[in-house]
């Protein structure tokens, strides 16, 4: 990205009132125009995405950051009720699928992987098939389909935390074939700042 670019996200972050809202999405078409908005416009012709930044926590980085990038601090969130709720509702502790969410995706409903994970949970789009997850997107769902997934994963694993975090982000297969964590650095940082936020959230959430 251009320097010119990067002070025009910035003045227009600043008079905007969206520093901490929206996510932005820069569209770029053949002639090099750029066009900034806070939604997406997937019906603009003769568009196309250039990038999309989260203006909230990674305005400047990827989309969805790798996992170390991230400040291990507790955080309030608009989704705390729902979390709460869902978390009651499906037999798991509040504080464990907070840490998840805090992990996957900063509390950004819109965030997007590179390997297509979208929403609170990072649900990959075969995942939301499989728990009847119709819109990623959609924070109540997002949090019904990932919180099931997570409660599945409990139970495969014989209620192995580490094992059921790991499966999570690499997938069951891949904990059944290595019996274990598997061997890849991102889901071994994973497991452990999964962990880290949980005894982190355990801690702030106590009673709820």
Partial sequence: MNHFLIIVLALWLAFSGLAHAAPIYVYVNDKGNRLITD????????YRLLQKYHADDYFGTAVRPSASNRGLRVRDSEYDPLIV????QLGLEPALLKAIIHIESSFNPSAVSPKGASGLMQLMPETA??????DRFNPAQSLEGGGRYMRDLLLMFNYDTRLALAAYNAGENAVTRYQGIPPYKETQKYVELVLQMLDLYRKEMIGV
Avoid: D, F, Q
């Fill in 39 to 46: 939604h997406p416009r997937p019906e603009l012709k003769g």
């Fill in 85 to 88: 709720s869902k978390a009651k």
């Fill in 129 to 134: 098939r499989r728990y009847g997850v119709t």
